[in-house]
């Protein structure tokens, strides 16, 4: 996956594009993330862009942009997105975050 400009247009927001499948992109489907040919409707760029939330200990938690109190997850093996209390605080989930690399 490359990380792109967010599809909607949000500042800030990105969209997952995959290397191998040019052209589809990580968008979210009835709570469920799949690879999808991006299609030039709003909802589709609605559905593939995230807002990056930077917690505390200096990780990245991903909001969906249409769906504002919802995080990029993953449940058995699957990637999904998940309501969430507070994106900053809220542990009871296991959210897809990762560690910016340092340069």
Not at 52 to 62: A, E, V
Not at 86 to 96: G, H, R
Request: with cysteine; aromatic share 12%; net charge positive.
């Amino acid at each position: 996956m490359i990380a792109r400009t967010g599809l909607d247009g949000t500042p800030g927001s990105i969209s997952f594009e995959s290397v191998n499948f040019p052209g589809y992109y990580l968008r979210h489907a009835g709570y469920t993330c799949q690879l999808n040919k991006k299609d030039g409707s709003n909802l589709f760029n609605l559905d593939a862009s995230f807002n990056q939330i930077t917690t505390p200990d200096d990780s990245i938690k991903l909001q969906s942009v249409n769906f504002p109190d919802y995080l990029l997850t993953h449940d058995n093996q699957r990637v999904r997105i998940s309501r969430f209390n507070n994106a900053l605080t809220d542990n009871s989930l296991t959210y897809a975050q990762w560690r910016p690399t340092k340069k």
